[in-house]
Structures are given as structure tokens and as C-alpha cells.
């Protein structure tokens, strides 16, 4: 394995320069060329010498919300000519000789790395490499190369490099998932504070089943987004009462925030314009088109380099902690490194990130912090537990987006854009983290929907949601549990019951969705299965070779198995070998 430090031995990596001229007689007033003759940041390709046959491709997601059509794990590349982009890291490799190479950054201080594969006449021989805010004298984010015969065994290698490059202790294994309830996904930004309050009685009431212990306010108990310490109308109380009723039902109060942004109608924005980054185009701050209903849909964010800034941050989160929130849930974080000026003109918008997010750790000191919606990399150190998906849903696919009145429809380019929130998009991309699984933080796969009111989900894509949970470790609800069904209060009992430890795919060619992953419950074999498919299939135990003792399925649950298995449509099971110990 090699290390390569781009910054210092160019001699597997070219940097290059492309002149870009103006044309003649260019009269725009919508078009600037910003770096007209030069090219903005810090560029390099890489050479990569594969066999012929290479056509293996992995491309990975900071920002969570997938941009990119199809699966991240591709085993057959086979366009004759484009480009497949990545950010973080890429994988390209030959399913045949088993030979791949993993390039990726081993920081983002400053910067992220964004990779282009290009594609030319069916081959995988070029990478091009692009660190936008690598300026100046500025330090470039090292670059990894690692190569190996495993796809799988490179991610676990990049997960320590990256590990110890930040100085990161391996985090302690539990035996345990963490358990909680967050508000979002049954009332979204219409939670009352009553309703919250009744759902902690029914908490209470089922804590045999769901021995919860956070118990998480989300978006709605805010005056205006920036304003996080003075609640709205549905709010009677203060943020400091409602944390005592939290604490005195039994559960650790926890609240969700965006730290970094603020809509224009906020008291925070209206008093201090001049705390936020401006339009490097125009007067005033940058707008940022949000999601919330007007009059709160036009955003702006918070300049982590200005001293008012920071002493802002610092006072929403000490105050906070004062009044007894132990578990911070910062969302937004995709939107919160934007281009624009700010204070300090050498700052960029990841190294104000990530400044932020050290004042919020300074002041929530041993808070569990999670990362929700921002890039992954930078946030490495700073929380303990990060989301790796974007928005799950009741929805099997997308079919709306939460709104002030309910779902908004969607036409039906909208129902397969991998952005969009839904159950199948937010396992998927989920299960790509598998990697980053207790190597990095804790990952949150986003809420378990478990329920059978108030969704369309069926039973087996509940138990799909359920499994992802048990192997990340992170089983969070919004489920209310007295309008549940008993069997869906037993499937919740499972899995929060159970923790998987060391998933990883089964398969190293996989086309599609990753379906199989093989790890521990405990000290026995585990075997995850995923049917993906809107028909049933069927696994061999006898001939698997996994096993060599007696397997029991625990997630349907349906006991002792032999040999044949039938798994239905989009369903999953769940098998643990009892009589013998795993090899590995």
C-alpha cells in the first residue's frame, strides 16, 4: 500500500493547467469568467494501468443527498466514452484479476476532493482530481493510493488511514445500539409541543419493548430558523422547561438545529446582516434557496470566520447544555459551506465547517453530537454519530416531500431522482457506508419506519428499515408505538435488541443494490440478506458454504432453517449460526 502526498511527489500525479480564453465580443450580464487564463483551486490526473478487462467502479458520496442515477458499486462500466464522478475517494479495479486501486483524500481541513474517472474507448486509465478551495499557499489535502485484491479490504485500509491522519482514537466497540426517538417523521415541522409530550408518555409506556434513552425535539419548535432559543406558538413553554419534562419522563433531551443557517425573517439575521457570508455578485448576504414553507424558504449562512458568528454559536450551545440537552442533532450541514466573502478572506467554507463544529463540541462538551446532511470527511473528530443517507420516508419510493399542509405530489421524473426522500433511497445509500460503520462515528442510517398506520410501507420493507438500524447500530423512531400493531412492536423489540458488528458485502462483483453482507452477532456468524426485487427469491443455506453448524432465522423471526429459504419481495431476513463458532 502507498501513500501519496500530492503536494510534495508529483511523480504519479501531474498537476496541469488549462487555459481558458474569452470569446471575442462576449457581452453577458448573467457571465463572469472567474478565472479566465487559470484554473480555479488545486487540479491533477492520475495514469492508472489496469488490465484491458478493467471495468470495476466505486464511487462514493460526501454530501449524502446522491446526485447520481444508479448503483454506487458498478461491476461492468460499460459506456464507450464519458466520465463517472466520485467525491472523497474512488475505486476502479478488474473483477477478473482481482486488481483494484483506491485514490483517495485523506483530509478535508480546508477543502474536498472531487475525482472524475474518464471513460475513453470502454477503458478506466485516467483519474482527474479537483480540490476547489486549495488557493494560494494553502496546503494541498494528501491523496492515498492504495491497491490490493479486495475492493472491500481498501475501504476498511482508507477507514484507518483516514482514522489516524485526523488523530482519532478507534472508537470502543458496543455491544449495545443506541436507542432514541426524534420527532421528524411522523409530524415533520407541525409538532406540537402537547403532542411531543404525549409521545414521551407512550415512550415510557413501552420501554420494555424500547428502552429508549434520548428522546429528540426536531424543526418546528422554533420561532424562525436561527432563532433556536425561543420557541413559536405551538411552543408554550421554554426550550429550558421542556428539556426538565424530558429528563423527568426518564430520557436524555436531545434537539435538532442548523447551526450554520438562518432564514431572512429571523431576529438573528435582521440584527446582525453582517454575520452571514455575502454575494461575492452582488450587495448583501447570499441567499440559499431552502425547504422550509414561506415565509421561511429564503436561507442565509453564518460566516464561521466572523468573532459575532462564533460568539453566537457559542452562547446557542452552551445555553443549550446549560439547560440540559445532551444530544445536538445539526442538520443543514450540506448547505453550510457555501462560495462567497466572508471575515477573514483566506477562511473557506469547509475550514469554517469545521471551526463551527469545534465551538459547538467545545460547548456541548460530552453531548453526543450528530452530523446530519453535511460531507463526511470534515466532520471526521467532530461528531460522534453521522447520517449516511438522505431523508428516509413512508414511502416505498418517492411519491412526496413534507410540506406545511402534509406531502407535496411530485411528477413522476421527481419519484426516481436518488435525492428525493424515501425508504429505498435512504437504505441504499446507507448500506454503501457500510465501511464507515464504527470506524468513523456512529452511523445513522436516519429513523427505523417500523409502523403500520400513517404509512405505505408493507410489513417487509419495515423489516428491510429495521436491519440496516441493527447493523449500524443506531435505532432511532418516530413511530408512535400506542397506534402500532403488536407484531410491529415486536419487530421494534428486535431490533433494537439485536447489534450486528463488522458487516460487510458478501459479494465482491455485485451488480445492483448490495444484497448480502456477512459479519457477527456477538461471537456467531451473521448473514444479512436484502431482497431488493418485486418478486420473491430463494437462498441455498446448504450449498452457501457459510455455515457449519445449525442457523436460525431471528428477524421474521422464523427459527431453526436447514436448506431452502424463501425470502418475499422486498423483504429481508436475518440468519445467526448458534452451534458453532465463525472462522475468520
Known amino acids: 500500500m502507498t501513500k501519496v502526498d500530492c503536494s510534495e511527489d508529483l511523480s504519479m500525479i501531474q498537476s496541469y493547467q488549462l487555459a481558458l480564453e474569452p470569446v471575442q465580443a462576449f457581452d453577458s450580464a448573467r457571465v463572469q469568467f472567474i478565472s479566465a487564463g487559470r484554473m480555479e483551486g488545486w487540479r491533477a490526473t492520475v495514469s492508472v494501468k489496469l488490465p484491458d478487462t478493467a471495468a470495476f467502479f466505486m464511487r462514493n458520496r460526501e454530501s449524502l443527498v446522491s446526485s447520481e442515477f444508479g448503483p454506487d458499486v458498478r461491476a461492468q462500466v460499460s459506456c464507450f466514452d464519458g466520465d463517472l464522478n466520485s467525491q472523497g475517494l474512488v475505486i476502479l479495479g478488474d473483477t477478473q484479476s482481482h486488481i483494484y486501486v483506491l485514490i483517495g483524500a485523506l483530509s478535508a481541513e480546508r477543502s474536498l476532493t472531487y475525482f472524475s474517472v474518464h471513460v475513453r474507448q470502454k477503458r478506466l486509465n485516467r483519474v482527474s482530481i479537483w480540490q476547489p478551495d486549495v488557493k494560494a499557499e494553502a496546503d494541498v489535502e494528501p491523496i492515498i493510493v492504495l491497491e490490493g485484491n479486495d475492493w472491500r479490504e481498501l475501504l476498511k485500509a482508507y477507514a484507518e488511514r483516514t482514522r489516524e491522519y485526523a488523530k482519532m482514537e478507534p472508537l470502543a466497540v458496543e455491544s449495545a445500539s443506541r436507542l432514541g426517538y426524534c420527532s421528524w417523521y411522523y409530524t415533520y415541522q407541525n409538532v406540537t409541543e402537547s403532542e411531543f409530550t404525549e409521545s414521551l408518555a407512550v415512550l415510557r409506556e413501552h420501554k420494555e419493548a424500547f428502552p429508549v434513552k434520548y428522546a429528540q425535539i426536531d424543526d418546528g419548535y422554533q420561532s424562525h430558523h436561527g432563532d433556536w432559543l425561543v420557541t413559536n406558538q405551538n411552543w408554550p413553554s421554554s426550550l429550558e422547561q421542556v428539556a ?27 440584527e446582525h446582516p453582517d454575520w452571514f457570508i455575502q454575494d461575492p455578485h452582488a450587495e448583501g448576504a447570499l441567499i440559499i434557496p431552502g425547504w422550509s414553507p414561506p415565509p421561511e424558504e429564503r436561507w442565509v449562512c453564518l460566516d464561521g470566520s466572523h468573532p459575532g458568528a462564533q460568539g453566537y454559536l457559542k452562547h446557542v450551545f452552551s445555553t443549550l447544555y446549560r439547560w440540559g440537552y445532551r444530544y445536538f442533532k445539526l442538520d443543514g450541514l450540506g448547505l453550510s459551506y457555501p462560495d462567497g466573502r466572508r471575515h477573514d478572506p483566506h477562511s473557506t467554507g469547509i475550514s469554517c465547517l469545521r471551526e463551527c463544529l469545534r465551538i459547538i463540541r467545545e460547548a456541548t462538551a460530552d ?130 435488541a439485536l447489534r450486528l458488528h463488522d458487516m460487510e458485502p458478501l459479494h465482491l462483483e455485485q451488480r445492483g443494490p448490495l444484497s448480502l453482507f456477512i459479519g457477527r452477532q456477538g461471537q456467531r456468524k451473521a448473514l444479512a440478506i436484502f431482497n431488493w426485487s418485486s418478486s420473491s427469491v430463494t437462498y441455498d443455506l446448504a450449498n452457501s458454504g457459510l455455515f457449519a453448524g445449525s442457523v436460525q432465522e431471528v428477524l421474521q423471526p422464523w427459527g431453526h432453517l436447514s436448506d431452502l429459504c424463501e425470502i418475499p419481495k422486498r423483504d429481508a431476513i436475518l440468519l445467526v449460526e448458534l452451534e458453532c463458532e465463525p472462522e475468520f
Open 244 to 270: 426538565g419534562k424530558i429528563s423527568g419522563t426518564g430520557f436524555v433531551p436531545g434537539i435538532w438545529a442548523m447551526p450554520l443557517l438562518a432564514t431572512t425573517t429571523s431576529e438573528l439575521f435582521k
Open 367 to 496: 453531548s453526543i453530537i450528530l452530523s446530519c446532511g453535511g460531507p463526511l470527511l470534515p466532520c471526521l473528530g467532530l461528531a460522534e454519530h453521522a447520517r449516511i443517507s438522505g431523508d428516509t420516508g413512508k414511502f416505498w419510493k418517492a411519491e412526496g416531500v413534507p410540506g406545511l399542509a402534509g406531502l407535496r405530489a411530485m411528477d413522476d421524473w421527481e419519484t426516481q431522482d436518488p435525492a428525493m426522500p424515501s425508504l429505498s433511497n435512504a437504505l441504499q445509500q446507507s448500506l454503501q457506508s457500510w465501511w464507515r460503520y464504527d470506524r468513523w462515528f456512529r452511523a445513522d442510517p436516519d429513523v427505523v419506519m417500523l409502523r403500520d398506520e400513517n404509512t405505505n410501507l408493507t410489513e417487509g420493507e419495515a423489516r428491510m428499515s429495521g436491519l440496516v438500524a441493527m447493523m449500524t447500530g443506531v435505532v432511532f423512531t418516530s413511530d408512535r408505538l400506542d397506534r402500532m400493531g403488536q407484531e410491529r412492536i415486536d419487530l421494534l423489540a428486535r431490533v433494537s
